[in-house]
């Protein structure tokens, strides 16, 4: 019963696939993390049936998969929107916008009246132009707060009405360029990359994955201490203190 569920969703070319990502493991449940991606990215969430198939291809049991599906946030249990747009709001964004960009988002989003809540989604889930809303705790880019992503890739120092003209864009079939990093895609495109499948093309590849992901406010600490000849001091070889035998 659960194998006929599962080959009604996942095809043989999502099989092959799974088969090729637990090749790349010494042992085959290591690959669960990256097939949880790639199971996403045919459906835009993680199912139950998502569960099922990787449990299968893994000789794990459901539950074991489940616990990691529910302890990663990057794992979605309900369809996703053609977009996935998170907004970090933790300490730095926040202070800085990020709680206004999250709640102007919400209430431009919403329908009725009413804000679109975390992970909602503002239209038909998988259908052109629909979004997925985020607030997410850390982007990982406080030099360039406040920022938010899209399908993972950054927009940097946005505010309500730069974060409402991108959101208007996507929905419109719109991709604008990420401030860093490649070319945007739509979420079930990203996720195949997170599974760890390019474009065969060589061209589209390093498009993709060359994109230049430095900013000069990242790098702003190494340059001055280039241009002022500042060093890190050498760190002093100090003997661990012995341990006083019971």
């Not at 092959?16 to 990215?41: F, I, N």
């Not at 730095?92 to 909602?120: F, M, N, S, V, W």
């Not at 959101?167 to 490649?182: F, I, T």
């Not at 002022?228 to 341990?243: C, F, K, N, S, Y």
């Amino acid at each position: 019963m659960k194998a006929e569920s599962t080959a009604s969703v996942f095809d043989a070319d999502t099989v092959a696939k799974a088969r090729e990502l637990m090749a790349r493991y010494p042992q085959s449940r290591s690959a669960l993390l990256p097939m949880l991606h790639l199971v996403q990215s045919v459906q835009g969430f993680v199912s139950q049936e998502g569960v099922t198939f990787c449990a299968e291809q893994l000789g794990l049991s459901e539950a074991e998969v489940s616990a990691v599906v529910t302890f990663y946030t990057m794992y979605k249990r309900k369809p996703c929107g053609e977009h996935l747009v998170s907004v970090c709001t933790n300490t730095l964004c926040a202070a800085l916008g990020g709680d206004a960009i999250y709640r102007t988002l919400q209430e431009h989003l919403g329908e009725d009246g009413k804000p679109l809540g975390h992970e909602e989604t503002a239209g038909t889930p998988g259908e052109p132009g629909s979004i997925t809303l985020e607030h997410a705790e850390c982007l990982a880019a406080c030099d360039l707060a406040p920022v938010l992503q899209v399908n993972y890739e950054y927009y940097d120092k946005q505010t309500p009405d730069s974060a409402v003209e991108l959101v208007d864009a996507l929905r419109r079939g719109e991709k604008p360029q990420p401030s860093r990093g490649a070319p945007l895609a739509d979420f079930k495109s990203a996720e195949l990359q997170l599974a760890g499948f390019f474009p065969e093309d060589e061209q589209t590849y390093r498009s993709q994955v060359d994109g230049p992901s430095q900013a000069p406010e990242t790098l702003i600490g190494a340059r001055i201490a280039q241009e002022r000849g500042w060093t890190a001091p050498v760190m002093e070889d100090v003997p661990l203190p012995e341990v006083e035998k019971k």
